[in-house]
């Protein structure tokens, strides 16, 4: 694993050439109560400044801890939280979806990553700031994320850094102990956990992305993760036309 102090600085001078080269004038990252986004904050404030940070908390029939863990992260770090609750906008949503093509249990669930980052992107635009995404390296490879939700932003300072090296550097830069601690989700329903969804441990993955040996099982699925999410990766194939 590299070394957390040398990965902080990298990275915080990296955000600032961004925003700096953007012409922006700060970033938007939103907060789930999470190590990710918990990270991702401390670090766009290490690298612009508190005045240049907006943090936002958009919770969605979210369970209460979220919230509670996203506030002392906000606090912890000196940084502005906004609270803007997506819980009816989403109900409403589905009342309007429902009657034409009721979602699938997963569909369903990432309306709520979508409807966040139409939130986060009306913020920064409004405020001429970018918008920060947290993934990180494990959940890139194996594409546990939504495609124009979470994975949707304008540049992302963890994502090649292991779920280990995210914890290393929440440690460094003071990110709650509760909130390093808690088992990863995604929020997206009641005990919902990253690992019991992917069904594969973040060591494993820490393992894979490093170049480290994994167990046979495990090396097929994540491949075979990373395959079917490639579009994810990528933008949308335009069909050029030559001469017709």
């Not at 029939?61 to 912890?76: C, F, M, N, Q, V």
């Not at 390093?180 to 393992?207: I, R």
Request: net charge negative.
């Amino acid at each position: 694993m590299r070394d957390a102090r040398k990965l902080i600085d990298a990275i915080e001078k990296w955000m600032s050439q961004i925003i700096s080269a953007s012409g922006a004038g700060g970033a938007v990252v939103g907060l789930s109560g999470g190590i990710d986004s918990a990270v991702a904050a401390a670090l766009l404030k290490g690298a612009l400044g508190t005045e240049r940070v907006i943090t936002v908390y958009m919770p969605c029939h979210s369970i209460p801890l979220d919230g509670e863990h996203a506030r002392l992260t906000a606090e912890a770090l000196g940084v502005k939280m906004l609270t803007v609750d997506l819980s009816e906008t989403f109900d409403v949503y589905r009342r309007t979806i429902d009657p034409v093509m009721e979602p699938s249990t997963l569909a369903a669930a990432n309306i709520k990553p979508r409807l966040r980052m139409i939130t986060a992107y009306s913020i920064a635009q409004t405020l001429g700031y970018l918008v920060c995404g947290t993934g990180n390296k494990d959940e890139l490879t194996v594409g546990y994320f939504t495609k124009y939700g979470d994975g949707g932003s304008d540049f992302m300072p963890l994502a090649d850094l292991t779920k280990a090296e995210v914890r290393a550097i929440a440690r460094e830069v003071g990110v709650p102990p509760p909130v390093v601690e808690k088992p990863p989700s995604a929020g997206l329903w009641e005990g919902q956990t990253d690992e019991q969804e992917m069904g594969l441990s973040y060591e494993v993955l820490d393992a894979y992305v490093s170049g480290q040996p994994v167990d046979e099982k495990s090396r097929r699925e994540i491949e075979r993760r990373r395959r079917i999410s490639e579009h994810k990766r990528k933008m949308p194939p335009i069909c050029v036309i030559g001469a017709v």
